[in-house]
Structure formats: C-alpha cells, structure tokens
C-alpha cells in the first residue's frame, strides 16, 4: 500500500481534534444561518464570508495534516508564497529591484527543501545568514544607492516572516523524524496544536477584550488591543494547552500550559507587529484574499511568532 495511503491514518488525539474543529463550523454555519433567518434585517454577510473562509482554511489545512510530507511542503509553500507576494505589494520595493525579487521567490522552494530532506542545519541557518547576506549584495550589484536601506530592510523582513517563520509549521511534521523519536503522526499532531492554540487565542483575546478590556496595550498600533485582552486571552490558552495538550503532545502538563502561555503572549505581540507594518503603509487589511479575514498576512500575523517559538521549546525539551 503507498504510504500517502497509510498516513491517512491519523492518531485518535487528532482525529477528535479536527472533528472537533467541524463541529464548531456546523454550529456557527447553522447559527449564523438562523440568525439571517430571524433577523433578516440585518447585514449579516461579513459574518457568512468569514465562516466560509475558515471552512476553506480547514480544508486547505487538513490536506498537510492527511497528506504525506511532500504534499505537505506544497501546501505550506503556497502559503509562503502568497504571504511573500501579499507583503512584497505592501511594501516599499523600488522598481530597480525586480530582479532581486526573483532571488526572495526562490527561498521559498530552497527553505521546504531542506525540511523536506530533514537537513535540520540548513534549514534553520539558510534564511538568517545566507539569505539575509545575499539579498541587499545583489541590490548592490544593481547600483542604485537611493532607498537603498529601506527596501533591503523591508525584503529582509518579508522573507524572514513569510517564509522562514512560517516555515516553522511544517517543520514540525518532521521534526520526530530529524531524531527518531515518533513518526508524522506526532509532529502532525504538534502542528495541530500549534494552529489550533494560535486560533483560539486570537478569539479569547478578542473576546476578553470585548468584554473586560479598558487599559489599551499599544493605542498607536492597535486600538482594540487591551491589557484585558492579552491577560484573559494568554490565561484561557494557557488552560486550553494544559488540557488537551497531554493528549496531542509528547509535553507533560507543566511544560503544555508553559507552550500555552508562550503561544498566548506571542500571538500576541505578532499580531500587533504585523498591525504595526500595516499602519506604517497605510492599510487597514494586507489584503482581500480570504473574503470575511482580509489579506493572508491578517489570517498569519499570530502564527509568525508562535510557530517558531513554540518549534524550538518543544524541540529543546523533548527532540
């Protein structure tokens, strides 16, 4: 039997946990449906777009979760990629530049390559130091010194987001096979939890905000981000993680409700320095690619901090 046809096997822990995650969309799909019905005087489209997106974010999701490691790596790579060429439009790239770009593209393939072969050296040294020291040496070779600074910045930044953060998600799909401690049932399973952990803490955020927030953390950046907010949102995914963490992770329940509270504080500050890239260009939205959520940057600002955090403290303590 091809073993894309076995690993569609996945462990019960994660089997309940994705089920979980359809019966929330049922129940919203159904709510928001009953709703428009009662109230039909109501605009409730932003609320239907939404739901339908994180129905086709599942489902784009699912396939690195049921697929093997190369449809994977395609998955997140178009997710790199998207998010590279949202960030790149945004941004201050001179005309003159145009060829570089061509060279931050190909780190995409190159970065999901090394994950791909498990070359856990590589992958974790090729965008902070080759990459960084290649890009603004070959916008020198172009010769045009005029913003210089700030469009080598503003590549390095992107890439360094886009690609090499976001890389961190499917790394963890190999990371029990970089030292032979688990199979891709155990890393698809740390990726899960990372996502799912992320999500809900970007929602209890928002919610305790909501509810409980007065004191603003960083007006200037992000007006609905509250102290509140932050406190009520980092405890909740504090006790999310030490609850169904055992179950989906190889961490005792000390060191879950500490990946909790990492996950909670670096969602966090992820989401209000993306929201501070986008107030520095002007926009409220990086995009309009998922109908409901904005551009892809919106739907990955928390995961830009937590995946590579959360990768390295599971990855110290147990791999």
């Excluded at 894309?4 to 994660?14: A, D, E, N, V």
């Excluded at 790149?88 to 145009?98: G, K, N, V």
């Excluded at 360094?160 to 961190?168: A, K, N």
């Excluded at 551009?295 to 995961?303: A, F, H, T």
Aim: proline content about 5%.
């Amino acid at each position: 039997m091809p073993d894309w046809i076995t690993q569609l096997s996945l462990p019960m822990p994660l089997q309940w946990g994705l089920g979980g995650v359809v019966v929330i969309l049922i129940i919203a799909t159904l709510t928001i449906a009953l709703l428009a019905h009662r109230k039909p005087e109501k605009n409730w489209t932003e609320l239907k777009l939404r739901v339908r997106t994180w129905w086709w974010i599942v489902a784009f999701f699912s396939l690195a979760l049921l697929g093997n490691k190369t449809l994977a790596m395609l998955v997140f790579g178009l997710v790199s990629f998207l998010a590279l060429k949202e960030f790149l439009t945004l941004s201050s790239t001179r005309e003159a530049d145009h060829v570089v770009l061509f060279w931050a593209y190909l780190t995409i393939p190159l970065q999901y390559y090394w994950i791909h072969i498990t070359w856990y050296g590589m992958f974790i040294i090729f965008i902070p130091v080759y990459v960084y020291l290649f890009l603004p040496m070959r916008m020198v070779l172009i010769g045009e010194t005029k913003g210089f600074l700030r469009a080598a910045s503003s590549l390095q930044w992107a890439v360094m987001l886009t690609v090499f953060c976001i890389s961190h998600l499917p790394a963890l799909l190999i990371l029990p096979e970089t030292v032979g401690k688990g199979d891709i049932g155990t890393g698809a399973m740390l990726l899960f939890f990372v996502v799912a952990l992320t999500q809900s803490n970007d929602v209890a955020q928002y919610l305790w905000g909501k509810s409980t927030g007065r004191r603003k953390v960083a007006p200037k950046v992000s007006p609905n981000k509250t102290l509140g907010g932050l406190l009520g949102g980092a405890a909740t995914t504090t006790l999310i993680a030490w609850l169904i963490g055992p179950y989906l992770t190889p961490m005792s329940p000390l060191h879950c409700a500490l990946a909790g509270l990492l996950i909670g504080i670096t969602g966090f500050i992820g989401d209000i320095v993306i929201s501070a890239v986008k107030r520095d260009i002007g926009v409220k939205d990086s995009g309009s690619l998922l109908p409901g959520h904005g551009g892809i940057l919106d739907r990955l600002d928390s995961l830009t901090y937590t995946a590579p955090l959360f990768f390295h403290f599971v990855r110290y303590l147990y791999f």
